[in-house]
């Protein structure tokens, strides 16, 4: 199975196609749009690696942005003891939900490709029922 290493919002990412990742936000995205990675550190398989000197050159990562959201609240509170002092802030951090779809060598060559993501569709089942009438 390939992989690659990314950079992106100033972390490094292990990822492998098909793979849902989170991330910093995206500025300027909608979901459902295909984005590129070009910052790949470093890319490979279970027998060879291609390592980057800081970035591997011609080598791409291509996504599917899923969605764009905030995480659970997390609450700053500071208090100063015996002053009546309090301050109380919270803080949602934005994200990116994105799905790795291909991974590119530096010649271009597509080293793994995700499978094509099936939308489930409800199938409503009919039930007959008959009434037998004496």
């Not at 015996?82 to 080293?111: A, E, P, T």
């Amino acid at each position: 199975m390939s992989y690659a290493i990314i950079q992106t919002g100033g972390k490094q990412y292990k990822v492998k196609a098909g793979e849902i990742l989170k991330i910093e936000r995206l500025e300027d995205s909608k979901p459902e749009t295909k984005i590129e990675f070009k910052e790949i550190l470093a890319y490979g398989d279970d027998k060879t690696i291609e390592v980057g000197s800081p970035v591997v050159e011609g080598a791409k990562v291509e996504a599917d942005l899923v969605e764009n959201g905030k995480n659970r609240t997390i609450l700053i509170f500071k208090k100063r003891r015996r002053q009546n002092s309090r301050r109380k802030n919270g803080h949602r951090q934005q994200y990116s939900l994105i799905r790795i779809s291909k991974i590119f060598s530096k010649d271009g060559k597509v080293l793994s490709e995700a499978e094509k993501m099936v939308k489930p569709t409800k199938k409503v089942e009919k039930v007959e029922t008959e009434v037998a009438s004496k």
